[in-house]
């Protein structure tokens, strides 16, 4: 799991300190931690801004999701802060974001995770272990597949996609079928390596309604090798600058704040 553990010497600054000052700094310092938990933690947290490009200091990543800016955690405990990448403890469901955010923010492999899709396609063996699926979105959406609103995929267009290569395995759909309003009303196929005809991916027949031609396969999703990334900026790094440019100031703001109760 990426996190970032932190340390900070307030000695220096505690000199210039009056005798009230200096007996509410350790106090003062509890909730500074407080505070910048709170900023670090949630949709709208600062780690969140720096995937969106938005503190000015960091390269935004494309199509941030809600579920990648609400992907940090801020633990407190008295004058520690634990700040990290939630991780399969912290989900019920879908991809654990410590595991694929790895690439881009450092602290595992920079290969890219498997998502659930590709896991099953692993696990039943439709796909080699050296590939990954990339969809073929313009075919798709003409088969009954849908893209959100940023582009991507959608986990129903997934879902069904895994159902029609169930269905076809198990000889529930006919070839040739004339249905073509969804992704698993045809035989859904997926080759693993190029054939003569074929590149290796998964393919959804189409016969033409008026049943005089002959069916073909159209991709939808083509196999290519698995993609790496460099980290742009660790996650460590997007913590320490943040809390470079906060945690003094607001240890001092917090100190002047009980001065004046």
Known sequence: MASAALIYNFNKIKKRLNVYEKSQAEFAAKKTLTRLGKEMRGRNSLIGQTYLGKLGFFKPFKNVVPFTKNSTFAVQKGLELDVGVKDERAITKGNPASKYLYPPIGG???????????????????????????????????????????????????????????????????????SN?????????????????????????????????????????????????????????????????????????????????
Request: glycine share 4%.
């Open 108 to 178: 595992g492999s920079t290969r890219a995770y498997d998502t659930l899709f590709t896991q099953y396609l692993r696990n039943r063996n439709f796909i080699n272990n050296t590939d990954y699926p990339f969809a073929v979105k313009d075919v798709l959406t003409k088969v009954g597949g849908k893209l959100n609103r940023k582009g991507r995929v959608t986990k129903a267009t997934y879902s069904n996609t895994m159902i029609g290569l169930a269905k076809t395995r198990d000889k529930e759909v006919k070839p040739r079928s004339l």
């Open 181 to 261: 309003s969804s992704i698993q009303d045809a035989r859904v196929i997926a080759f693993k390596s190029d054939t003569s005809k074929y590149r290796r991916g998964i393919y959804r027949e189409y016969t033409p309604s008026s049943g005089k031609y002959p069916s073909r396969l159209r991709p939808l999703f083509m196999f290519k090798p698995i993609p790496t990334q460099k980290p742009q900026s660790t996650f460590k790094q997007r913590v320490k600058r943040i809390a470079d440019d906060r945690v003094y100031k607001y240890w001092r703001e917090e100190i002047k704040k009980l001065a004046k109760q």
